[in-house]
């Protein structure tokens, strides 16, 4: 088996009685010495192998385990479900093994640009992806010029790697975010935004500061790009309360913020959940004119996401943002709107679950400020509205601020809103 270190040995003895004019002992003899060297030969190879030697390792660790090894296993025998059976990764990662011993500081590994190739000549898009993927954790700086050449001498010949070299985008960026500018600035051409948006991603995940700090010295190079939001997207990843911290204290521009609170709030709702992205939007803080309206952005700029929430779901995402001052009427109405949607055109569960996850006197106060703002939407969201606790809440907050800026509305829309 080629690299795997693992020596065969074949010992096979034919023993023809026309050559030799031996006894029927005889040959059995011949041929159980000829079994017994060939085992010895296997029991030889199997000892250097590094199965055996990580199974050694094990034993001497927990003999309890070596000697029941199918328990390791979950019931599949000697079996480790650690190891990938596809033939060509199994082939890869054991190049991977080698490559510690051929590497050479300063210089490119020859063992990793090697396996790189092999593993994008690949016609399996999907082994492909996951096996480059792997082999990026084994890319060292000195690796990653030779490669991204690699990439661009691939594409020269009508074979373009978008989502493979994305990936070496980022992980260049993660091991050597200044290298990556320094080598383009004098290479060229410059990265493009997407590009620059990748790298950004892998250095904020790594050293968030030093990115941030190129990108204030090298405005001419970012451009029309807001190279902030990849770095925050990665800082987030590093240190959810660091980067965090750095928004509420950034000086940028009101869209520059906003932009990145719209990716911040897209990578909380894979991590976290729609729960744990409506709590991190809850926890910013709300004396920041600028980041208030960041965060409404953030939640705006990701309400096509929440199409198929179930009505639980929906209450216990709106209960942690719901009253926020940030947080506008029309958010509210729009929330509705999707959540009926995905229910059959039904608010009646939605309710519910808010009445019993947001206090009436919240509820209250919350519809109070909304009536300030737009009356009419406040109302007709009621109007649609099933009784529930909610809704009462809600209705009282309205009729409340309308008895004292325009009692004759009050007075209408309390016998709309009438059970």
Not at 246 to 271: F, H, M, P
Request: overall charge negative; charged content about 20%.
């Amino acid at each position: 088996m080629p690299d795997s270190g693992i020596a065969q040995v074949r010992v096979t003895l034919h023993i023809s009685p026309r050559m030799f004019p031996l006894s029927r002992r005889s040959l059995v003899i011949l041929n159980c010495v000829g079994f017994a060297l060939a085992g010895a030969g296997w029991i030889s190879a199997w000892s250097k192998s590094p199965q055996s030697a990580e199974a050694s390792q094990a034993a001497a660790a927990d003999p309890g385990k070596a000697a029941n090894p199918s328990k390791r296993g979950g019931g599949q025998g000697n079996k480790d479900p650690r190891v990938l059976e596809d033939p060509r990764s199994v082939r890869l990662l054991g190049l991977m093994a080698e490559m510690g011993k051929a590497a050479t500081p300063g210089e490119p590994n020859a063992k990793f640009l090697n396996a790189a190739a092999l593993t994008l000549e690949d016609s399996s898009f999907h082994r492909r992806k996951r096996d480059f993927s792997i082999l990026l954790d084994k890319m060292t700086k000195d690796d990653a010029p030779a490669i991204h050449r690699k990439f661009v001498e691939l594409e020269g010949a009508g074979r373009p790697f978008s989502e493979e070299y994305a990936a070496f985008a980022t992980r260049w960026g993660q091991i050597d975010g200044a290298g990556v500018m320094a080598y383009f600035s004098e290479h060229g051409p410059f990265l493009t935004p997407n590009d620059m948006r990748e790298v950004m991603a892998g250095w904020g995940s790594s050293r968030p500061e030093e990115a941030m700090a190129w990108i204030a010295e090298h405005k001419d190079l970012v451009g029309d790009t807001n190279a902030y939001r990849p770095v925050v997207a990665g800082w987030l990843q590093k240190d959810p309360a660091a980067a965090t911290g750095w928004l509420a204290s950034a000086n940028l521009s009101r869209q520059e913020i906003g932009d990145c609170l719209v990716g911040a709030t897209l990578d909380k709702l894979y991590s976290d959940g729609i729960e744990g992205m409506s709590e991190w939007l809850a926890s910013l803080p709300d004396d920041n004119e600028d980041l208030a309206a960041a965060a409404r952005q953030g939640w705006n700029g990701n309400q096509d996401r929440f199409k198929r929430l179930t009505p639980e779901q929906a209450a216990t995402a709106w209960s942690h943002v719901g009253a926020q001052p940030w947080m506008g009427v029309q958010e509210f109405g729009q929330f509705c709107g999707s959540v009926a949607r995905a229910n059959e055109g039904e608010l009646g569960g939605f309710v519910e679950a808010l009445s019993t996850k947001w206090p009436a006197s919240v509820v209250t106060a919350q519809f109070e400020r909304w009536t300030e703002q737009d009356p009419g939407q406040a109302g007709v969201i009621l109007s649609r509205m099933p009784p529930s606790d909610f809704r009462a809440a809600g209705i009282k907050g309205m009729i409340d601020k309308l008895q004292k800026t325009n009692p004759a509305a009050a007075a209408e829309w309390q016998q709309r809103l009438a059970p």
